[in-house]
T-cell receptor, first 114, second 114 residues
């Protein structure tokens, strides 16, 4: 079945540092890939997505590229801010018929300090 | 455009009771999915409804059920509550649940079973 593996957290960075959160996946076919962010006490917010190989999703300075050859979708940001502190989830969608069923990684907590 | 609305935000129930949670999707969205989030198991897919029909189901016992109304609003019910049902329950809506469509999440209902 489908699965997503994320790097263990927490990740602690100083403000303006470079961020990478690794995500690899196992899936049949060609799923869509997503990054969601969860702030304390809140639901999930879609951060970015990519729907096919070599697509780059980007939003609010965050980027991730769909790498089919390495089955990866690593999240990057050039300069993090304190307000980026949250839990980040990598997810993939299933094939037609199960597309609405997202498979999530375990989440990576990011803490950014001044 | 209003987002996904879940009610109530917080619930405290006693073991053995039943509970009903409500989700109003984004206007025009016809697919509603439910997820359970716990510290130990992470985010797990419960089920998805599309056009009033359950289209996909996760690996949860029959105590967990749901339904969808003609206006796409959805409810999930948990009967004979157990302590382990304590979790954040998230609802997500999308246009049609297709592979390329985005899922938008509500803020969740935090259920505590005592």
């Amino acid at each position: 079945g489908n699965s997503v593996t994320q790097m263990e957290g927490p990740v602690t960075l100083s403000e303006e540092a470079f961020l990478t959160i690794n995500c690899t996946y196992t899936a049949t076919g060609y799923p869509s890939l997503f990054w969601y962010v969860q702030y304390p006490g809140e639901g999930l917010q879609l951060l970015l997505k990519a729907t096919k190989a070599d697509d780059k999703g980007s939003n609010k300075g965050f980027e991730a590229t769909y790498r089919k050859e390495t089955t990866s979708f690593h999240l990057e940001k050039g300069s993090v801010q304190v307000s980026d502190s949250a839990v980040y989830f990598c997810a993939l969608s299933g094939l037609t018929g199960t597309a609405s069923k997202l498979t999530f990684g375990t989440g990576t907590r990011l803490q950014v300090t001044l | 455009k209003a987002g996904v609305t879940q009610t109530p935000r917080y619930l405290i129930k006693t073991r053995g009771q039943q509970v009903t949670l409500s989700c109003s999707p984004i206007s025009g969205h016809r697919s509603v999915s439910w997820y359970q989030q716990t510290p130990g198991q992470g985010l797990q897919f419960l089920f998805e409804y599309f056009s009033e029909t359950q289209r996909n189901k996760g690996n949860f016992p029959g105590r967990f059920s749901g339904r969808q109304f003609s206006n796409s609003r959805s409810e999930m019910n948990v009967s004979t509550l157990e302590l382990g049902d304590s979790a954040l329950y998230l609802c997500a809506s999308s246009l049609d649940g297709g592979t390329r469509t985005e899922a938008f999440f509500g803020q969740g209902t935090r259920l505590t079973v005592v």
